[in-house]
């Protein structure tokens, strides 16, 4: 089997990251002719706004691990940040946190997503991303786990969606060791702005969205966007690399 590419080096060296959304109840048939339309690093299933079953999702992320491509898995709600280990171990590779405003919610979604000494994720998971590739056997002797554990560290890719001006205001707040990316969410941000209209980022999405981009430069961080393959060059010349589109859009 060929080793799943690792998405958080890619990103590290700015990259272009495309990703495809695929339906959560999505069979194998149905990957493999949405994964025809472009050349996608990543592939992705929302659990916030669709329904969710464990089940299911580890065996997508077992069929993605064959191909082999890394599953993007946006949690129903900032608040089961406790959950990540759990969730990371039925597959995915990319964790992210919807509506993040907290930075106890950063600060918790890092201490779950990765293993000591960097976080406190529990060791466990016969689905996890990496097993069959490390050939980690079940229970592990102590130098295979600390391999695979080291390996994670440097594999997994923690995101945070950032969804209202306060926090677009606290990306440089959000931005601690271990976050990779934060993800823009004009839906809920539309709304927000509309609450806050005398704010100077409640002007437009354009100007939100160059601010934010700004604060993650200044703050080493990557901005990924929801987008459309039509609209895909006009947000490369913002200076933005990392993409989520519908397929065949």
């Not at 060296?13 to 949405?34: F, K, L, Y």
């Amino acid at each position: 089997m060929t080793e799943i590419k690792n998405l958080k080096e890619k990103i590290r060296n700015n990259s272009i990251i495309i990703g495809v959304r695929i339906p959560w109840n999505a069979d194998i048939n149905q990957i493999d002719e949405i994964l025809t339309y472009d050349k996608y690093d990543f592939m992705s299933i929302d659990s916030q706004h669709s329904p969710f079953e464990e089940s299911r999702l580890a065996k997508i992320c077992e069929y993605a691990h064959d191909l082999p491509i890394p599953v993007h898995f946006r949690i129903k709600h900032s608040k089961i940040t406790y959950l990540i280990g759990n969730l990371l171990d039925l597959g995915p590779s990319i964790i992210e946190i919807p509506q993040t405003e907290e930075i106890t919610t950063v600060k918790d979604a890092v201490d779950n997503f990765y293993y000591p000494p960097e976080g406190k994720r529990s060791w466990g998971g016969e689905f996890r991303v990496g097993v069959e590739e490390k050939h980690l056997v079940f229970p592990a002797d102590l130098d295979v786990r600390n391999e695979y554990m080291k390996w994670w560290n440097e594999f997994g890719v923690l995101m945070l969606q950032i969804e209202s001006i306060n926090a677009i205001e606290n990306i440089k707040n959000f931005s601690i060791k271990g976050v990779d990316c934060v993800s823009w969410g004009p839906n809920d941000l539309e709304v927000d702005r509309q609450a806050n209209k005398d704010h100077p980022l409640s002007i437009s999405n354009e100007k939100a969205l160059e601010y934010a981009l700004n604060e993650c430069y200044k703050s080493g961080i990557k901005l990924m966007v929801r987008n459309s393959k039509k609209e895909r060059n006009k947000y490369l010349d913002m200076g933005i690399n990392i993409f989520l589109e519908s397929p065949g859009n």
